[in-house]
């Protein structure tokens, strides 16, 4: 699988510039009609919001000055000639602001709707309503500042609405944050057009949007290839269904024997910490590995199927012993650090890693092997392709590859750049994981597949194990974070069914079925 490609599995996640792109080519260059995808918008606006009503409700359209505004008006006419009461609350404070198909979106709506220009008694009629909040969409860049806009949400929010339906974002997202203060009016729906955006997908912004339904509406397919083509960095989203047609080990031969799979060795477990090394090791097993064997201090409790080997000398590495072992053993992929409290590395042990990589061994490097490993790297790069770090915010800072949160795709781009010095690929852990490295250039790879109930210790040693297995099948090192995640995902889901409890990490590596989860 070494030639794999995102669009083998992945879709594209608009940003903001890309949205206003292709909206913007489609009309001027490849010449469809404003007022054609403005209909289109709002028709899809009003089928969702006449599916969630219940009879008798009212519907309240916050309009806002823009096109986003124009596309709540087109569904505020279409959802009263189906029949619903509907009240509009004219958002255009500033009324040279307003677009030309608002405008004209304003003046085709049937004079029996009623249309307000002051606040007061559209919120009073809000109670138990549904709002469709038309008001900025994807118009706003960075925070919601004091003023009518802000009052006029801050209203709505407290009107005691049952539904909140936001056309494109909950007015006050910003739509390139991963990370934001939450809007004076959170959405229980987002409607959206062409494809998905960041804010949609990447949490906590995603929390806001509630679920999210993407409508197409017409753009130029040319418009949306042009657009994509132009943009600096490319946020990507598995694919659940074609990521189940890429079974990592389809091409194994039947006669195939333990190093045919690969062998992987997991170094970590400080004493009194095997367990994380001990989880590592059987996720691998059960992901496809042939041999596991363990090296930590400690070797206590180990599985029958998990070997061990004595890599350490006086509490350290040695050096010597680990190239040996996995030149005469043909290790292929090798885990350090579940289980450690400190970093392992000093520079002969880092010089053996670069010499192995070099030769083709893979290398994942987690949990406390992470603590200052970026100067390390540095100095010591490795091979990006076949080497991987999977960090969490903690350990991202501990390791050196940052002073804070990763907020937008400038900071991807940013660690994208650390990444192609490093020799490495990365993929940062947290709810809304997602992998970088100069392997995919430009391009962000995200999995979007959150649960909540895997919030436990153990969750990243058993992705490593994962991650290691997949790198015996010549799977990229950006690819197999996410394909990993996708598969914690999927068997979680699988097991919960299954056992009908809350399950633990263990439950995970114990019962991986890969054959079972991949459909080829």
Not at 116 to 133: E, N, Y
Not at 211 to 231: C, N, P, R, V, W
Not at 416 to 443: D, H, M, R, T, W
Request: net charge neutral.
């Amino acid at each position: 699988m070494k030639d794999l490609h995102l669009q083998d599995f992945a879709t594209e996640i608009w940003s903001n510039s890309v949205a206003k792109h292709v909206d913007s080519l489609s009309i001027s260059k490849f010449k469809i009609p404003s007022k054609k995808l403005m209909d289109q918008a709002g028709h899809w606006v009003a089928v969702a919001t006449a599916i969630s009503c219940k009879p008798g409700q009212k519907i309240m359209v916050l309009a806002g000055p823009g096109n986003n505004g124009g596309d709540g008006l087109v569904a505020a006419q279409i959802l009263h000639q189906w029949g619903f009461e509907v009240h509009v609350l004219d958002c255009a404070f500033d009324k040279s602001k307003t677009t030309l198909d608002r405008q004209n979106a304003f003046k085709g709506l049937d004079g029996q709707i009623h249309i307000h220009k002051t606040p007061g008694k559209f919120f009073k009629l809000s109670q138990g309503a549904v709002i469709i909040d038309a008001l900025l969409g994807l118009g706003l860049k960075g925070k919601l500042r004091p003023g009518k806009v802000r009052d006029t949400l801050e209203a709505a929010a407290a009107a005691n609405a049952s539904l909140v339906i936001a056309v494109d974002l909950p007015s006050g997202l910003d739509g390139d944050l991963f990370a934001q203060e939450p809007p004076p009016l959170p959405a229980h729906q987002t409607i959206s057009f062409g494809a998905p955006k960041l804010a949609h997908k990447v949490l906590p912004s995603a929390t806001y949007c509630g679920k999210t339904k993407i409508y197409d509406i017409g753009f130029s397919a040319s418009a949306i290839k042009e657009s994509l083509d132009q943009e600096a960095t490319l946020l990507w989203q598995l694919d659940s269904k074609m990521m189940s047609q890429l079974n990592p080990w389809h091409g194994l031969a039947p006669d195939s024997h333990k190093f045919d799979r690969g062998h992987v060795l997991v170094i970590g477990g400080s004493k009194g910490k095997t367990g994380a090394p001990i989880m590592t090791g059987i996720a691998a097993a059960r992901a496809g590995a042939g041999w596991v064997t363990l090296a930590c201090e400690d070797p206590q409790n180990l599985p029958s199927f998990l070997t061990w080997e004595p890599l350490y000398k006086n509490g350290v590495i040695d050096p010597d012993a680990l190239e040996q072992f996995i030149q005469e053993r043909r290790v292929r992929s090798v885990v350090i650090g579940p289980g450690m409290m400190s970093s392992p590395f000093n520079d002969k042990l880092m010089l053996v890693l670069q010499k192995l990589s070099k030769s083709g061994v893979s290398f994942i490097i987690d949990a406390g092997a992470l603590d200052q490993i970026a100067p390390r790297l540095k100095a010591f790069p490795l091979d990006a392709s076949r080497c991987l770090v999977t960090p969490h915010y903690g350990e991202f800072l501990k390791g050196g590859f940052g002073k804070g949160p990763i907020e937008n795709l400038k900071d991807c781009s940013d660690l994208e750049a650390k990444c192609q010095q490093y020799g490495i690929s990365l993929f940062y852990k947290s709810a809304s994981p997602f992998a970088v490295g100069p392997n995919i250039k430009g391009n962000v790879l995200l999995s979007p597949y959150t649960n909540k109930k895997l919030a436990k210790a153990g969750t990243g040693d058993v992705l490593a194990g994962i991650c290691a297995a997949l790198l015996l099948c010549e799977v990229p090192a950006w690819a197999v974070g996410p394909l990993s995640h996708w598969i914690i995902h999927a068997e979680s889901q699988r097991l919960e069914r299954q056992l009908g409890a809350s399950i633990l990490p263990i439950d995970i590596a114990e019962n991986l079925n890969l054959e079972a989860l991949f459909k080829t």
